[in-house]
């Protein structure tokens, strides 16, 4: 079973500034099967990237992915006030079929 | 617009059953391949079951094989989880998802907004 560790658990920071998150795998990952998906208080998870680097539809071009392997990263260049929120980065794969890491909360310094 | 709208969670004591259900529109719903996914209060998200487009194959989380059943009905554009021998443990917001599949990647592109099932006495 793949296990996903996010870091850091709890990111501060302010508007304007860059974000990096990171989703380190315990096995390697197809790159193709890596997501990450952003989540708001009482809202449902929201796509952002898929295969690890392309951008979903509609998110806007200051989110990227990157990374292969083992390490993947999700980096919000310049951070809005509604980027606020906790990030979880995805895997597909075989069993479990799918699993998510714990998470990222990115909160208002 | 794509559309998902899942309906039939609630309070349900320690042994019970329930079906979620899971209404979508917008999109060719024969076409995709359909998950759900739970969330405990307060804690991240976990997978639950994912069924082909068919209905041909299912594949379950290791916590709710033996005790859940997905299944959909292309007809009707709704897709079910019958939840059986409830635990406290199964408490947790509900989400229907669907899968995308393009080009080798795959992920979840549309959410539902999630149903509520508590299991408690």
Redesign the interface.
């Known amino acids: 079973e793949i296990v996903l560790t996010q870091s850091p658990g709890t990111l501060s920071l302010s508007p304007g500034e860059r974000a990096t998150l990171s989703c380190r795998a315990s096995q390697s990952v197809n790159s193709?099967?890596l997501?990450w998906?952003q989540?708001k208080p009482g809202?449902?998870?929201?796509?952002l990237i898929?295969?690890a680097s392309?951008r979903?539809t509609g998110i806007p071009d200051r989110f990227s992915g990157s990374g292969s392997g083992t390490d993947f990263t999700l980096t919000i260049s310049r951070l809005e006030p509604e980027d606020f929120a906790v990030y979880?980065c995805?895997q597909?794969g075989s069993s479990?079929?799918?699993?998510?890491?714990?998470?990222t909360k990115l909160e208002i310094k | 617009e794509v559309q998902l709208l899942e309906s039939g969670g609630g309070l349900v004591q320690p042994g019970g059953s329930l079906r979620l259900s899971c209404a979508a529109s917008g999109f060719t719903f024969s076409s995709y391949a359909m998950?759900w996914?739970r969330q405990a209060p307060g804690k991240?998200?976990?997978?639950v079951s994912?069924i082909t487009t068919n209905g041909g194959s299912t594949?379950f989380?290791?916590s709710v094989k033996g005790r859940f059943t997905i299944s959909r009905d292309n007809s009707k554009n709704t897709l079910y989880l019958q939840m059986n021998s409830l635990r406290a443990e199964d408490t947790a917001v509900y989400?229907c998802a669907s899968r995308?599949n393009s080009?080798?990647?795959?992920?979840?592109?549309?959410?539902?907004?999630?149903t509520l099932v508590t299991v408690s006495s």
């Open positions: 193709n099967y997501a998906y989540q809202q449902a998870p929201r796509l898929y295969g392309s979903a979880y995805q597909f479990p079929l799918y699993t998510f890491g714990q998470g | 998950s996914v991240g998200l976990d997978w994912t594949s989380a290791d989400y995308y080009g080798g990647k795959v992920c979840f592109d549309y959410w539902g907004q999630g």
